[in-house]
């Protein structure tokens, strides 16, 4: 069936070091991919997406690009903030009435 | 706009007891969908529904049930409660307008359920 796999946390960095959270799917179509967020105590919040191949989402200093031929989505931010300590995580949708399949998550801490 | 309200906010029971939560949608939006969070599990998909139907269900056991209303309000149970159903659970909605595969899920902040 459909999956992602998400690299394992937690993470931590100091501020302004570079982020890359690995993701990669398995798909038996063409999905559309996301990144979500959720801080603690919240519910998750769309952070960005891309619907097909070369397509790059993009949202508060992180990207991320589709790769059709790794099967591959990973977040990237250039500068993190302590503000970006959160969970991470990376999710794919087939088709119109398919659910929303999510990685396992990633932790992110920053610290000063 | 309100987002996505879910109640009670924390719940605590015991093995065998059955609860119910609730989760009202942002305004507008006709589908509902459940997942439940653990630190080992992730986020597993429940069920969704969609104008009073589930549209679609994830690989739980016949404990857990849902349902929708017509205002778009949904209502999940779990009955003979276990150890095991300890979990974050989330509601998200979406309007579903087109039908489109990268459509946006709201997300609650979710329901504390601890069985003890």
């Known amino acids: 069936g459909d999956s992602v796999t998400q690299m394992e946390g937690p993470v931590t960095l100091s501020e302004e070091a570079f982020l890359t959270i690995n993701c990669t799917y398995t798909a038996t179509g063409y999905p559309s991919l996301f990144w979500y967020v959720q801080y603690p105590g919240e519910g998750l919040q769309l952070l960005l997406k891309a619907t097909k191949a070369d397509d790059k989402g993009s949202n508060k200093g992180f990207e991320a690009t589709y790769r059709k031929e790794t099967t591959s989505f990973h977040l990237e931010k250039g500068s993190v903030q302590v503000s970006d300590s959160a969970v991470y995580f990376c999710a794919l949708k087939l088709s119109r009435n398919e659910k929303l399949t999510f990685g396992t998550g990633t932790r992110l801490t920053i610290i000063p | 706009k309100a987002g996505v309200t879910q109640t009670p906010r924390y719940l605590i029971k015991t093995r065998g007891q059955q609860v119910t939560l609730s989760c009202s949608p942002i305004s507008g939006h006709r589908s509902v969908s459940w997942y439940q969070q653990t630190p080992g599990q992730g986020l597993q998909f429940l069920f969704e529904?969609?104008?009073?139907?589930?549209?679609n269900k994830g690989n739980f056991p016949g404990r857990f049930s849902g349902r929708q209303f017509s205002n778009s309000r949904s209502e999940m149970n779990v009955s003979t409660l276990e150890l095991g159903d300890s979990a974050l659970y989330l509601c998200a909605s979406s309007s579903d307008s087109l039908g489109a595969r990268n459509e946006k899920l709201f997300f609650g902040s979710g329901t504390q359920l601890s069985v003890l």
């Open positions: 529904y969609f104008s009073e139907t589930q549209r």
